[in-house]
């Protein structure tokens, strides 16, 4: 399985908390993203990394932001979380964006805001 | 963008072939085609993928028809442990490069 630790693995907040959830990977692949997914949404795509300090939007990236200071540590901010973003979210990684290359996944975190 | 059509759901018995259909009529010649299976409270787990010809690798095995429009996972000998829902992906270039479109999925339940 593909080096990818996701952190934490499940938090409640409050609704107006700042959250930020961190994906860690050991493999050293370029491509980072973030995706959420929730029932009858499939995942859907909310920032990706194409480098160190290199971000791009998704499709569903309002109310989130994300940075990637080192190869291996990509985060994602809720600035002011609201009840909308409940979810699960997962990071995932790819050695390149070319579509013969898979993306792999790690476990995800669940996010609870009240 | 190509779309898939997938069963909602099959069981298979332990220790026999699980065969799961995909249909992705609108398939492009350069779009891959990618499986992948989720295990209850796990992230997407990545199977694997073909552009025409079959693949198989330690997991399965995978066979798209010549015209491309339709593709079969199939696993070999289905354990317990392969209850999942799997999913197949026509992986799509979009506004945000090439990103994977899970749709609903197959529920797979493999029965003692």
């Known amino acids: 399985d593909a080096g990818i630790t996701q952190s934490p693995r499940h938090k409640v907040t409050e609704t107006g908390t700042p959250v930020t959830l961190r994906c860690h990977q050991t493999e050293n692949h370029r491509y980072m993203y973030w995706y959420r997914q929730d029932p009858g949404h499939g995942l859907r795509l909310i920032h990706y990394?194409?480098?160190?300090?290199?971000?791009d939007k998704g499709e569903v990236s309002d109310g989130y932001s994300v940075s990637r200071s080192k190869t291996e540590d990509f985060l994602l901010t809720l600035e002011s979380a609201t009840s909308s973003q409940t979810s699960v979210y997962f990071c995932?990684?790819?050695?390149?964006?070319?579509?013969?290359?898979?993306?792999?996944f790690g476990d995800g975190t669940r996010l609870s805001i009240l | 963008d190509a779309k898939t059509t997938q069963p909602t759901s099959m069981d298979c018995a332990e220790g026999r072939a699980a065969n799961l259909p995909c249909n992705h009529s609108t398939i492009s010649g350069n779009e891959y085609v990618y499986w992948y299976r989720q295990i209850h409270s796990q992230g997407p787990q990545y199977i694997i993928h073909?552009?025409?010809n079959n693949e198989t690798n330690e997991m399965a095995s995978l066979i798209i028809t010549e015209d491309r429009k339709s593709s079969t996972l199939i696993l070999p000998h289905a354990t317990l442990r392969d209850t999942a829902v799997y999913y197949c992906i026509v992986r799509v270039r979009d506004n945000y490069g090439q990103n994977f479109v899970f749709g609903p999925g197959t529920r797979l339940s493999v029965l003692p």
């Open positions: 990394s194409y480098g160190v300090k290199d971000t």
């Open positions: 073909g552009l025409k």
């Open positions: 995932a990684i790819s050695e390149s964006i070319l579509t013969s290359q898979p993306q792999h």
